[in-house]
């Protein structure tokens, strides 16, 4: 436990409501045990850059309810390449920084891999992303916070969707995985939900909504992931008013508004729970590992082992959405 004297803390790719939650309790955590805790800005950039700067208890007061990030959070060119990576470690070396967690999705881990394949420091990884895409933990840091938001517009919507008798084409975060518009959607009723993880069937839609018509339902919400395979939003907005032109059809895009706003408590408790354990794994010895929870219990998973989550979406929640729309 006396070996580490200071530990360097970075947000790196796309923030996520409760990176600061997390922020909290490695500073806090480390403190407690005595440990150096130093805040690195923008990511491997500003590893790079050497804009780093020690952290206090004072520093992460008042943030466990803020979205975004206290450290910001960029995505860094430079540092893909050997002498990035040779400038980020003198960095580090320079301030004696022994140590480093990073919050992130895989391309931060990736990352973190290749670092430490040529400079031997130990490092911990949390999960954070909105995307609940990665092997080795059940929820990643923001995800619930980004769904319950698109629960709640996906409601607005329906209700003014509802008063002028109209379809609306939802699109949602979720360039590689589909679990935010599979949850949202199912939360929120929605008549078709497409993702990425399956073959999404332009005339199955079609037909699903000629159906509908037919049976005098007026109002059809459907959430599109953003990333969902060969229809995408534009096309299958074009579809439909093609085949349905009196059909009053329309789009929104909720875009960044799921990045931002305060966590939720999941989101709080989650990332307080991993930023503790960050610290402590760290003090235990380990090291290249990710730390997450797998029913409900604290995991480590080595980072080459956490890629993007290739999990099949159940076929029974798929037939479940179905049923529940007719």
Do not use: W
Not at 34 to 43: A, D, N
Not at 75 to 81: G, N
Not at 196 to 203: A, C, F, K, M
């Amino acid at each position: 436990m006396g070996s580490i004297k200071k530990i360097g803390i970075l947000t790196s790719g796309g923030d996520s409501p409760g990176m600061n939650a997390a922020i909290r309790a490695i500073v806090r955590t480390s403190i407690y045990y005595g440990i150096e805790p130093y805040g690195i800005r923008r990511g491997y950039q500003g590893m790079i850059e050497g804009d780093i700067f020690k952290m206090e208890t004072t520093d992460v007061a008042n943030i466990i309810q803020t979205g975004g990030t206290i450290l910001k959070t960029a995505r860094s060119k430079e540092f893909m390449t050997v002498e990035g990576r040779a400038k980020a470690y003198e960095q580090l070396r320079k301030l004696g920084i022994d140590a480093l967690i990073l919050i992130g999705g895989d391309g931060t881990l990736r990352g973190a891999t290749a670092f430490f394949k040529e400079h031997t420091i130990p490092a911990i990884g949390l999960p954070g992303t909105i995307d609940k895409d990665l092997e080795g933990t059940d929820f990643t840091i923001g995800f619930d916070t980004a769904v319950n938001t698109a629960v709640t517009a996906i409601d607005k919507i329906r209700e003014t969707a509802d008063a002028h008798d109209r379809l609306f084409i939802v699109e949602v975060m979720g360039r590689d995985a589909g679990y935010i518009a599979l949850n949202s959607g199912i939360a929120c009723g929605a008549e078709d939900i497409l993702i990425p993880e399956v073959e999404n069937d332009i005339e199955a839609v079609l037909a699903r909504i000629a159906y509908d018509e037919r049976r005098k339902k007026t109002v059809h919400v459907i959430v599109v992931a953003e990333g969902s395979g060969k229809i995408g939003t534009a096309r299958l907005h074009e579809a439909i008013v093609g085949r349905f032109p009196a059909l009053d059809t329309r789009v929104c895009i909720l875009g960044h508004i799921q990045r931002g706003g305060p966590a939720t408590f999941a989101d709080r408790v989650l990332a307080s729970r991993l930023g503790y354990a960050a610290v402590l794994a760290l003090l235990e010895g380990r090291t290249q590992v990710m730390v997450g929870t797998l029913n409900d219990n604290i995991a480590y998973t080595p980072f080459e082992n956490v890629g993007k989550l290739n999990t099949p979406i159940s076929e029974d929640k798929l037939k479940m959405i179905r049923v529940l729309s007719a």
